[in-house]
């Protein structure tokens, strides 16, 4: 088959994919899930408001990071389908995306319990990741040529789009909590990714004939 | 193959279907899990009988919270199983029923720690889900087209049953426990649920030529 | 699809059987991983014989609880490895297995802290398990046909040896641990449970042509 | 097919090596994700700087292990790509294998608030999770012949490398951490394990025609 024959590799390339996935995906759920495991009911309350009232900070840190999780598990689950094939240095890169996935939810107990100074460490947290699974997709593309042909201008994009959205996304929903005009600054940004990415997907489609994965059987 | 070409999107949607699928099942798994860590065995006890005198209401609490968690993974499953393809859309109302199944220990835990008010947090958190899920499904059956052709009756029928037959459930579980009656209640609500589907999937079959999705490689 | 046309039901039997074993290794991993969790190293040692002298009582119920649900994802991937389909019951029965091993963590921690009548509960929670596991294959081999062509010895020694194994070595264990001639009715029970087994698989490979599940997609 | 065919066994070998590789790849995840979870923030902290002093010797304990399991992990899935079938055997040294990683997360805890002898145990483990899974790798190689024809050297060489590499590897860094230059020594070991097998590989490829697995379903 073409598609073991361009692995390149003494073992098949699509059941290495297939288990990168798993476990990935495995970590991504478990990292979630923690979120929520150190939050506790506090031990006196006294009415449903009252409850809300006091888990609030917990609550919302809760639903930030499960954002962060979840668009992160979104770029891997996007970058992952390009893929054609696997090797040793894509193992260590998605360990090092996924070691610092795991830390969220110790950052995220940062977050509730300390203000200020623990929304930088978690802001560079996310921007560390971001620029990890930028890594992965840049030697996917580029140096390692475990995708399809690719798009130059369309992955480097992604590439861009990768390191630098999620972190740009969060730091800017911080911001938005003392300066509620800052909404308007995460809108804009936003659509700009959104819009730059389906150009660039166009440009992509034009340019070149992609030859579309048919991974039946993955 | 048809089915890669009516996903029309760039990436194949088995495998993106697959990942939800896995990404999803490893969520559901380790909330249902993580319902017990938080329990642990009293300092003291002088019997079996006594230890579960001690323990007893955590065991209840877990019961009902492993039976929640059960329904809304088996709809999960009856809903992908229905659905040929996948988009953003469905990742992100997936993310959002996943985040608020990964609540459900938190609630748990305060269900046996405070009862009254505590019940009503929970019936709401359970009633979210419902609707989150129903929210998903309808999305995949009407706006996002990412079913099979579906007869509108039974679609309909499903959305509803989705998001209030848990909360129903569960709160006539909660009733009953102080109202036996209630069970008398929870009994017709289930046949209810039970009969309608039964009645609705015969309307589907008559009513339309169900193509049968062959997912031989999922 | 003979495969899928034997399954009788309005959706793919595959991706719900491929489904039910997603969830349930999941499950099973977790329950396993978790068993550790609550181990924590003692405050003070002063040598590595003291530390294990300190811990060792909790290593040794981190074992017996790693082997016995380990053994139990052994049976549960057998009797999967026989399932031709699954349905709504197949679904409620594998989670009321899956919610008992949920709660060995917790009897685990019962084990180490409180010795004698802890050992009690704990036996009775892996009988339970047994007995959840066979009612499974029970119903998927008799009731519910959700096999193939079964050798009807066979599957009732299958159904007996589920249900009573487990319970009756850890039982056996426990009772070694007081009196060491125990470990000869290990071995005697061990050796019987494999006899018989082979024994049987040999009189069903005798009395009927097994056709061998092909289940290359799965 | 041939696959079939040559596993021998009443059941489908193609599931069963799946379901352990669902399974193992879930307990590695979970193992490598709870690493966190018993590191919390400290209580007060006046800088970045001071909460990163505070939490050094934690994070970095983390980096180890998480290293540790990755290696594991990558060891275990190449293993495993090369096998072709599963038993009962295989069944139980994957078991010892996960149960050995399991308590990963415990002993790193212990490496963090005891330095000296804490490393020792810690080194214990890792190198008796490397001999679990040379004794895994051996059985599957030589005495249960569940992979394809494997070339001899190429296979001792493995064995020895899965054996000894990751506790030596692991040994060097904590030596390093007193001695720098033991990094010269830890650079020569890397540099001999991946040279070995380069050259070990190539051996193969010359003496067999090796049979590539042609994993497409798996």
Redesign the interface.
């Known amino acids: 088959?073409s598609k073991?024959a361009n692995a390149g590799g003494?073992?098949?390339s699509?059941?290495?994919l297939?288990?990168l996935?798993?476990?990935s995906?495995?970590?991504?759920?478990?990292?979630?899930?923690?979120?929520?495991?150190?939050?506790?009911?506090p031990e006196h309350?006294t009415?449903?408001a009252d409850?809300f009232g006091q888990m609030g900070h917990k609550l919302w840190a809760?639903?930030v990071s499960?954002?962060v999780i979840?668009v992160y598990?979104?770029s891997h689950?996007?970058i992952?389908?390009?893929l054609r094939t696997a090797n040793?240095v894509l193992?260590?890169l998605n360990?090092v995306v996924?070691?610092l996935i795991?830390?969220l939810?110790?950052v995220t107990?940062?977050l509730w319990?300390?203000g200020g100074?623990?929304a930088?460490?978690y802001l560079g947290l996310v921007t560390a990741i971001g620029f990890a699974l930028a890594a992965l997709w840049g030697y996917a593309a580029f140096a390692g040529e475990l995708t399809g042909p690719v798009h130059r201008g369309e992955a480097l994009f992604t590439l861009a789009r990768v390191a630098i959205a999620p972190g740009l996304m969060c730091g800017l929903i911080f911001f938005a909590l003392n300066h509620a005009w800052g909404l308007i600054l995460l809108a804009l940004a936003l659509g700009a990714f959104i819009a730059g990415g389906r150009y660039m997907?166009r440009q992509a489609?034009q340019a070149v004939e992609?030859d579309?994965?048919?991974?039946?059987?993955?």
Chains 1, 2, 3, 4 share one sequence.
């Open positions: 088959m073991t003494h073992e098949g699509a059941p290495h297939h288990r996935v798993l476990f995906d495995a970590v991504f759920a478990i990292a979630i899930t923690l979120l929520a495991i150190e939050i506790h009911p309350w009415s449903i409850l809760y639903a499960f954002a979840g598990w979104i689950r996007r992952f389908a390009r040793g193992d260590v360990l996924l070691g795991g830390l939810p110790l107990e940062l319990e300390h100074a623990a930088i460490v997907r489609e992609i579309q994965p048919e991974e039946a059987s993955a």
